[in-house]
C-alpha cells in the first residue's frame, strides 16, 4: 500500500497531454468509493493540480447529463491552452449559484461518477477507477450523508445503475485504485494501464 501518491503523481506527469497543454486525469467509481478523498490527496501530491468535481455539473434533473457542460465550458478551453469557466450547482437552492475557474495546468483532475465515460474518453490522459464494489460503495455513501437523504439514495442508485449499464467506465480503466487501511494501491487496469 502506498501512502504517499509522488510515485503516481510523476507517472502522471510523464503522460502525454491530452487536452491542449492539459493532462486531463479520470477518478471515476461509484457514488460513495473515496473519490473525492482520493482526488484531494492525489492533487496535493500533483503540487495543487486543479480539480473539477461532477457534483459541481449535475444538478437534481441531470445527474448524469452533464457533459456537454464540461465539454463547453472546461474541455474545449483547456484544450486551446485557455482557462474553463464552468457554473457550480448548488444542491440546496436548486440552482447554479457561482461559477469556478479551471486553468490550464500540466495535470488536471475530474473526479466523480461518470468521469470516464464515453464522451470525455477522448480528452483523457488516465482514467484512474476506484475499485470498491457499488453494494459497499453505496453503503459508505449512504453512511457518509445520513438518513435525511435516504429519498435521494434510493433514486440516485437507480440512476447510477442505468448510467454504467448503458456507458460503463471500468472497462476504460489505466489503472484500478485499491483503498486499504494503511494507503492505497494502484494496479494495472483492464485497458492495460498508462
Known sequence: MEHDLTPLAARLRALPPSCGPVRLIAVDGHAGSGKSTFAARLADAL????????D????????????????EQV????SRGESGHYGVYDWVRRAFTERREVAPAPVVLIEGVGSGRRALRPYLACLLWMELARE??????????????SVFWDGWIRAERRHFAADPSRPY?????????????VRVGPSGGS
Open 136 to 149: 459497499h460503495s453505496w453503503e459508505r455513501g449512504q453512511l457518509r450523508d445520513g438518513p435525511g437523504l
Open 47 to 54: 503540487g495543487g493540480a486543479p480539480v473539477v468535481h461532477t
Open 56 to 71: 459541481d455539473l449535475a444538478t437534481h434533473d441531470e445527474l448524469f447529463t452533464w457533459d456537454e457542460r464540461f465539454r
Open 75 to 78: 474541455a474545449e478551453p483547456l
Open 173 to 185: 480503466a489505466d489503472l484500478l485504485v485499491h483503498q486499504g487501511q494503511l494507503g492505497y494501491e
